[in-house]
């Protein structure tokens, strides 16, 4: 592994330039094997021992998910990763790694829809109970939460999905390490490109694999990235008995993603924030929410823990409410009405009714979005025609 590799030359070759002496191909292929043969009895013994470096059955894995696995575990700075065939299987096996039935976890409100319906799920299945800090005061409401019910585990998404609130995460960690609680942190939003998450004192890392890192809106996956100790357990147990494993072409497109993801998030990051200081200074938008406004309330810890720019994620709320928010969307000719996002084309959408469903009404009110927020994924067309596709909107 080359420790001195930069973050760009990473992206297309880390933690080693692929090489095959035997082919000689310049881009891994995608094994779409199944299985894989032993050479003889005896060596499939030593593989299921974990002795000898191996593979078996794609369940458990595949020469091309590991490349990948490599690649990002480089990107962002941590010893192992385990790939998953959703973001979602992915923090479900952490969130089943580190919990047990009645337990409790303290998360960072608001998170992702899918994520806080998946918590529901398992307060109701398993008791787990989960409790919900959002942004302003977090440290310090953090450090009485714990002292009072005494969690498990600490879920931190920033920027969070959808309001783009920021948590500091090196003093999160610090509170964390005080009581020995592991600290998760969810990096879409961001990716390694902007923040790394373990340099600051996280445990573990998850990434949706679907958005930035793949960034072209054509295949599906999620990772977890961590110490060798934690992807270990989770690998044998969690990837392997609940079968969540990433498709090695899927894999692959991802990997080729990757290759780009450096300029990509270059490009994100200068569009959205062009876009944020047009809405910002429009008659018709109440709140822009956008880490690189210098007025936005978590600019300064942003500033302090992300690099590169802030990403392309943004939100804003449109005055008139869900009714003027549905009317805008309806109107754009250029940016895409759907959700995901991280994608090279602009994805707009309504969060309340959208990628947060699964919220009640008053939960959406207890996380600050409003029935008037609408979430953007800023694309990489000419930043010209994204602000013209909304003025015409907005009009």
Same mark, same amino acid.
């Given at each position: ?103 409790k976890l303290i ?19 398993f008791g787990i ?15 009485? %939460?714990?002292?009072? /019910? !005494? =969690? ?5 998404? *920033?920027?969070?999905?959808?309001? &783009?609130?920021? @948590? ?58 961590? %110490?060798?100790?934690? /992807? !270990? =357990? ?5 990837? *392997?008995?609940?079968?969540?494993? &990433?498709?090695? @072409? ?67 709320i449109i005055k ?76």
């Amino acid at each position: 592994m080359d420790d001195n590799m930069r973050f760009n030359t990473g992206c297309i070759h880390g933690p080693k330039p692929y090489r095959d002496s035997n082919k000689r191909d310049v881009i891994p292929p995608i094994h779409m094997s199944s299985t894989y043969f032993f050479e003889n009895a005896e060596q499939g013994g030593k593989l299921f021992a974990g002795e000898e470096e191996g593979f078996i059955y794609t369940r458990l894995s595949n020469p091309t998910v590991k490349i990948l696995e490599e690649r990002i575990a480089f990107l962002e700075k941590g010893e192992d990763a385990c790939a998953f065939s959703s973001g979602m299987a992915a923090i479900t096996s952490i969130l089943l790694y580190f919990l047990k039935p009645c337990e409790k976890l303290i998360y960072s409100q608001p998170i992702y829809g899918g994520t806080f319906a998946l918590l529901k799920l398992l307060n109701e299945k398993f008791g787990i109970e989960f409790v919900g800090i959002k942004a302003k005061n977090f440290l310090n409401e953090l450090e009485e %939460k714990i002292d009072e /019910i !005494k =969690p498990k585990l600490v879920y931190v998404e *920033t920027p969070a999905n959808p309001t &783009l609130d920021i @948590f500091d995460l090196e003093e999160t960690s610090k509170i964390c390490k005080k009581y020995n609680i592991p600290l998760v942190v969810d990096n879409t939003f961001a990716t390694p490109y902007h923040q790394r998450p373990i340099l600051k004192g996280a445990d573990v890392v998850v990434h949706s694999l679907t958005k930035y890192l793949t960034g072209h809106s054509d295949a599906i996956g999620g990772i977890i990235i961590s %110490k060798k100790e934690i /992807i !270990k =357990p989770i690998k044998e147990h969690y990837l *392997t008995h609940l079968g969540g494993c &990433l498709s090695p @072409f899927n894999a692959w497109l991802t990997l080729r993603g990757i290759k780009t993801l450096h300029i990509r998030m270059e490009r994100h990051s200068y569009n959205a924030m062009k876009l944020a200081e047009f809405l910002k200074n429009h008659k018709k938008i109440e709140r822009v929410f956008y880490p690189g406004l210098k007025d936005f309330e978590g600019h300064e810890i942003a500033k302090k823990q992300m690099e590169n720019g802030f990403s392309g994620m943004l939100s804003f709320i449109i005055k008139g409410g869900k009714k003027e928010a549905i009317k805008f969307l309806n109107s754009l000719k250029i940016c895409t009405l759907a959700v995901s996002l991280g994608a090279v084309e602009t994805l707009v959408e309504h969060p309340a009714s959208m990628t947060h469903s699964t919220y009640s009404d008053e939960k959406l009110i207890e996380a600050g979005i409003d029935p008037g927020l609408i979430r953007v994924s800023v694309g990489l067309e000419d930043i010209k025609d994204i602000i013209d596709d909304f003025e015409r909107a907005l009009k």
